[in-house]
């Protein structure tokens, strides 16, 4: 009977030393190709990240808090625009995808194999992001306080100054006096003496 082309008894062939051998060899090649590619994604995910500086320079200090922006490595490298929004490759490592996750799931904003496509993408993405954070400011701010108008039958109120103070000493010397007697009086009570 013949078996992978050798037969039952044939000793000679392929070992298992050699065959972990090969398949180590295999794994590394692989292994490499991972890291070439992750490699190339963060070197592209650099490039857009470079177009993007003179958009995120632009934006307002007041309102630099709204973006976290960071290229993340890692086993599917990321460039993060916010805490919702990123840019990560697609499989084929060339297409660019703008993504955002929201509470209903991720969503794609955009998708390109042009970085410049991308770019924009993410310039509006921020723009949008800046405006429904000013309009958020502008309807949270409290109305600027009127001037009050004294009432027609009341004079015109005078500056407001505190009530005196009256003197609290006493209250809290009763308060002592009396602690100091209960105390006296269950120590008399303890002692059998009263």
Known sequence: MEE???QRGDVSGLSLREAIRAARVEAAEQAGVIVE??????VRLSMLNEILDPVFAEVPL????????GLMPGETPRLFVDMVAHVTLGRDRRTFRFL???????RVLAESINPNDIADAVTRYVARRLIAR????????PPEPEAPRPLPHHPPAQAHEPPPRRGNGGIFLLGLLAGIAASIGGWLLLQGRY
């Open 134 to 141: 000013e309009q958020a400011i502008a309807t949270s701010a």
């Open 100 to 106: 955002q996750d929201t509470r209903s799931g991720r």
């Open 37 to 42: 590619l992750r490699d190339a994604s963060l």
């Open 62 to 69: 007041e309102h630099a808090d709204l973006f976290d922006r």
């Open 4 to 6: 992978g082309g050798h």
